[in-house]
């Protein structure tokens, strides 16, 4: 059973900046792409980021491409989601899941059983 841990949400202001990170056990971290996902209340869970196992794939959803960057450290079984230039739709709680691929907008489908409790980022104007 995979055991995810997202941190690094909180609340700032429209322009700011967050560094979400995700730690991830009980899965091979290193041979699985990662995706970041949020969903805000009343609304479809989104597609943010994903990143291939390598590093080398790393795609967006338009909505944050130039702002959000993601990373890895597979050593540290950590994926990391650099948030700049926030905006008041960024408004959600962002998850992080294992994912069996990345599309050229953010990830594919997702592993079930490696989703994590998810942490808040709340942008205010």
């Known amino acids: 059973q995979a055991q995810v841990v997202e941190s690094g949400g909180g609340q700032v202001q429209a322009g700011g900046s967050l560094r979400l990170s995700c730690t991830a056990s009980?899965?091979?971290?290193?041979?699985?792409?990662m995706g970041w996902f949020r969903q805000a209340p009343g609304s479809e869970r989104e597609g943010v980021s994903c990143i291939s196992w390598n590093g080398a794939i790393r795609t967006y959803a338009d909505s944050v491409k130039g702002r959000f960057t993601i990373s890895r450290e597979n050593a540290k079984r950590t994926l990391y989601l650099q948030m700049n230039s926030l905006k008041p739709e960024d408004t959600a709680m962002y998850y992080c899941?294992?994912?069996?691929?990345?599309?050229?907008?953010?990830?594919?489908?997702?592993?079930?059983?490696?989703w994590g409790q998810g942490t808040q980022v709340t942008v205010s104007s």
């Open positions: 899941a294992a994912v069996r691929w990345c599309l050229d907008s953010g990830p594919g489908p997702y592993e079930p059983n490696s």
């Open positions: 009980g899965l091979p971290f290193d041979s699985y792409s």
